[in-house]
């Protein structure tokens, strides 16, 4: 990492710029797209979760019917529950045990510094302003033994004891 040397500015961002004329350089991401294994893994969610809307469905209207409608919807009402509940497991398994997963994508990062396009012109100013010089002499410092240190508050209780005493 550099920084300014006056204000603390992280360079890195004004290289990049610099070394592309003053446009930042773009990456390719490609395109982005759902991998087999979590379409997979989704499809058998779906299913699972269809089955707990369709089973009680086709239960209710199996319970209400009467004669051969009722074991009609008996009947679907007990293949939809084996096919979403179980069929839901086993493709939500299937997927995540079998099928391919997203290809990690590379992370690609620029590299930290990038040396300046042109050779960089002789400086015209230091980098660092002049030190500041005091031709001054440093000034004496002051005497304090004579200042009179203050008082603390239990003397000035004391003192107006002592005068109540001697009024008494």
Known sequence: MRFCSRCGFLMEGVMYLLGNSGVL???ETGEQTISKKRKGVMQGVIIFLAGILIVPLFGVMSAFSDGRISEVFAFFAAMSAIVCFVGGLLRTLFAAIFEEGAKPQPYVRGPSYMPPAVPPAPARVAALPPPAVNTQ???????????????????????????????S
């Open 25 to 27: 350089p773009h990456f």
């Open 137 to 167: 002499p440093w000034r004496q410092r002051p005497e304090t033994a004579e200042i009179v240190p203050p008082t603390s508050v239990p003397d000035h209780t004391t003192k107006l004891l002592e005068k109540s005493e001697e009024n």
